[in-house]
């Protein structure tokens, strides 16, 4: 059963850094989402705030408001990832008064709550959790690398972006489901927090991961989930972009992970990569594509970002990118993913053959 929780936002739902918060709210199999926390946009429901859909889950201006509402729960979610994975001091005090009112913390940051000798303090005293979600394994539980990826029959999919924040586990998650409407068993590998409180059983948190086993934990869990469901094809969710400079990332999908086709997530009107407007720009999607091509990986499919556009801008950038690549191009804010199920299907008729 799923666990009844609240997310914390104070004041940033509408922020590209509620990315976590956003994740939960589109849809969580660990959590059920009984409201959010986030004074600006209280009195409305947040899946309409985030993208103009009904979903049942009250905003509320403080704890004590959503508590009087909706009762007793057992998590608050932190539900913002910033620069850095720093606690933003305005939270402590709603974070401290979850702990006093006996509702445990599950905490996605950096920044970890239980080396803060006060909120263990408070978790001790009113006998709850702090769910750090971040910390990393130790030493005796992480893996190698040991090339046991290429027993693996099933065609493996990254899905990779161009920069930060664009969709990649949401485009994840809705081929997931895409995928299990049409009879196809599709399963994903999660890489971030959000992933695993959406209730991935198969990944791990790639940037709290030591960097000597950051591929060995990738061929784990693919193996791993492989061996377990006997997926037909099986989702990487992958993490910020190729070169993007602050966190590069990408190769080890390719090459650790052995992916050997590749979906892109582009934002059309991002000009820079995140936190360096003005100092490097991102590059064409062609020369991305020509990039993962050389690492032996096939992109089947464009998927765009169309959160700051019209809908008459997303059909135009879906056009223009449709005729200069000639691969399919997915809006799925607009039109959902379903045009990427034959090409999944084909995909695992090749890899049987």
Partial sequence: MKTDAIILTNGRLQDIAAKTAHGLIRGTDRF??????DPPTCGRDAGEVLDGKFRDIPIFDSLEKALDTIGQVKYCIIGIATKGGILPEEMKPTIMGCLEKGISIVNG????LSAKPEMVQLSEQYGTELLDIRKPKSRSELHFWSGEIYSVKSPIVAVLGMDCALGKRTTTRMIIEACAAHQLNAQMIYTGQTGW???????????ST?????????????VTCWKETQAEVILLEGQSGLRNPSGPCGGEFLVSGNARYTILVHDPKREYYSHHININKIPDVSDEIDLISRYGSEV??????????SEEEAHRFQKQYA???QIPVLLPLYEGVNEIIPIIRQLISTDKK
């Fill in 300 to 309: 089947i499919a464009l998927v765009l970002n169309t959160a700051n556009c």
């Fill in 210 to 222: 030591l960097n000597d086993f950051i591929p060995g934990e990738l061929e784990h869990a693919i």
């Fill in 109 to 112: 940051l950096h920044e970890f």
């Fill in 323 to 325: 005729d200069e690549l």
């Fill in 197 to 207: 409180m959406q209730g991935g059983k198969y990944g791990f948190i790639f940037d």
């Fill in 32 to 37: 059920q989402i009984r409201g959010v926390i």
